[in-house]
């Protein structure tokens, strides 16, 4: 079971802020919250984590709210090389589990 | 930062022969890999999880017997799928880990895409 839930689709206009949410409401205390994303026919690459505070980083900035049952992916500019499937998932000590993800199309 | 890289990008293959798929990482020790298959559209499903010098942990619905994993060192690990068939066409993704801490990042390789005439 992915144990997260997230809109199967989001558009966004270039240039534009992208909030991308996610729902977790079975995290347990030692959960990360990790975002991936994934441009067609390559693998996953890696966004941003986190576990309980807010995080930023060069690509993004994750929102995790006070009962950590959700987050939020923010992109601050999108841009056309955005446009991919992002996966928010819990990792756990033994396995990493994706769920279906949302596919985000930028709008030029 | 860190890399995986696998090979081959894609096959194309007979049914009935076998194909092997290698994941390597290439600056850090992996002790975790995790193999993947992910058909169109949809997300990537996870297939095992293998340990380097252990026995691949497979997940329910996956034959362990068809798709042989092994993890012989700390920066390789295999997919062997054996007698494939055009049902296995699919693409395949590797992702390796260094030690299963929940906040470690996952490093993927690029994917296979196996096409099984």
């Known amino acids: 079971d992915a144990k997260t839930t997230q809109p199967n689709s989001m558009e966004s206009n270039e240039e534009e802020p992208v909030h991308l949410p996610c729902n977790h409401s079975?995290?347990?205390?030692?959960?990360?919250i990790h975002w991936y994303r994934q441009l067609p026919s390559q693998g996953p690459e890696y966004v941003i984590h986190?576990?309980?505070s807010n995080v930023n980083n060069r690509m993004a900035s994750l929102a995790i709210a006070e009962d950590r049952k959700s987050s939020t992916l923010i992109l601050h500019r999108a841009t056309l090389r955005d446009a991919a499937v992002y996966y928010c998932?819990?990792?756990?000590?033994?396995?990493?589990?994706f769920g279906p993800g949302t596919s985000l199309s930028v709008i030029p | 930062g860190a890399v995986v890289s696998q090979h081959p990008s894609w096959v194309i293959c007979k049914s009935g022969t076998s194909v092997k798929i290698e994941c390597r990482s290439l600056?850090?020790?992996?002790?975790?890999m995790f193999w993947y298959r992910q058909f169109p559209k949809q997300s990537l499903m996870l297939m095992a999880t293998?340990?380097?010098?252990?026995?691949?942990?497979?997940e329910q619905g996956v034959e362990k017997d068809k798709f042989l994993i092994n993890h012989a060192s700390l920066t390789l690990s295999t997919l062997t799928v054996t007698s494939a068939h055009p049902e296995d066409s699919s693409f395949y993704i590797c992702?390796?880990?260094?030690?299963?801490?929940?906040?470690?990042?996952?490093?993927f390789g690029s994917g296979t895409q196996l096409s099984v005439l």
């Open positions: 998932i819990l990792k756990t000590y033994d396995k990493v589990i």
């Open positions: 992702s390796a880990g260094t030690g299963g801490r929940t906040n470690e990042k996952l490093f």
């Open positions: 600056d850090f020790q992996a002790t975790t």
């Open positions: 293998s340990n380097e010098g252990s026995k691949a942990t497979y």
């Open positions: 079975t995290i347990s205390g030692t959960d990360y």
């Open positions: 986190g576990l309980t």
